[in-house]
């Protein structure tokens, strides 16, 4: 089965800095989509930063040149590095991934989430 452990979230200043990974089981053929999605209070979960199998990646203009989205293929893990981080990226942030356990049709699973505040 497919499980996603996250880590790396906490409390930071404005301007601080945090990376957050994600590492990915073994138990899959292949992982096609690795991403990193958030939800504020009172707001819509939306999609901060992904990466391809092949590695093309984007990301929301709120956070173009500020935060990296990196993979590590031997260790099944994806990272989300955020620099001159702003009060308004506050939010709880979710890994996902689109992936195959079998021969069938890619699926998607998600982290249980990881807190992210951003205060001074």
């Known amino acids: 089965q497919v499980q996603l452990v996250e880590s790396g979230g906490g409390l930071v200043q404005p301007g601080g800095s945090l990376r957050l990974s994600c590492a990915v089981s073994?138990?899959?053929?292949?992982?096609?989509?690795m991403g990193w999605y958030r939800q504020a209070p009172g707001k819509q979960r939306e999609l901060v930063a992904a990466?391809?199998?092949?590695?093309?990646?984007n990301y929301a203009d709120s956070v173009k040149g500020r935060f990296t989205i990196s993979r590590d293929n031997a260790k099944n893990t994806v990272y989300l590095q955020m620099n001159n981080l702003k009060p308004e990226d506050t939010a709880v942030y979710y890994c996902?991934?689109?992936?195959?356990?079998?021969?069938?049709?890619?699926?998607?699973?998600w982290g249980q989430g990881t807190q992210v505040t951003v205060s001074s």
């Open positions: 996902n991934a689109v992936a195959r356990i079998d021969l069938g049709t890619p699926r998607s699973y």
């Open positions: 073994r138990s899959i053929i292949s992982i096609y989509l």
């Open positions: 990466i391809t199998s092949g590695g093309t990646t």
